[in-house]
Nanobody, 123 residues
Framework: QVRLVESGGGLVQAGGSLRLFCVDS????????MGWFRQAPGKEREFVAA????????EYADSVKGRFTISRDVAKNTVYLQMNSLKPEDTAAYYC????????????????WGQGTQVTVSS
């Protein structure tokens, strides 16, 4: 059974960096697409980044391109989200997800979700 646990969130000043971690403590996720989403209070959950299991191809939301990088370490059952040049509008709860759906940029493409980790960027 897949069990995703996120960590690495926190409070950072604008322009700073954070690295988020997502560990599958239940089983290997080498056959799943992995994604990061975020949700700010009063807003819908939105796509941030994804990496496919087959080719390791990556996709990013336009709002984070050039600032965020998704990567994975299959041996460690871990997916990372390196976030640089953070902005106050990046403030949200960040969620890791795993799935086999083809639509990796939408929540419907994922079957498993973590509990989230809070990222707060101060101006």
């Amino acid at each position: 059974q897949v069990r995703l646990v996120e960590s690495g969130g926190g409070l950072v000043q604008a322009g700073g960096s954070l690295r988020l971690f997502c560990v599958d403590s239940g089983r290997t996720f080498s056959s799943f697409n992995m994604g990061w989403f975020r949700q700010a209070p009063g807003k819908e959950r939105e796509f941030v980044a994804a990496i496919t299991w087959s080719a390791g191809s990556k996709e990013y939301a336009d709002s984070v391109k050039g600032r965020f990088t998704i990567s994975r370490d299959v041996a460690k059952n871990t997916v990372y989200l390196q976030m640089n040049s953070l902005k106050p509008e990046d403030t949200a709860a960040y969620y890791c997800a795993a799935g086999i759906g083809a639509r990796v940029t939408t929540p419907r493409g994922y079957d498993y979700w973590g509990q989230g980790t809070q990222v707060t960027v101060s101006s």
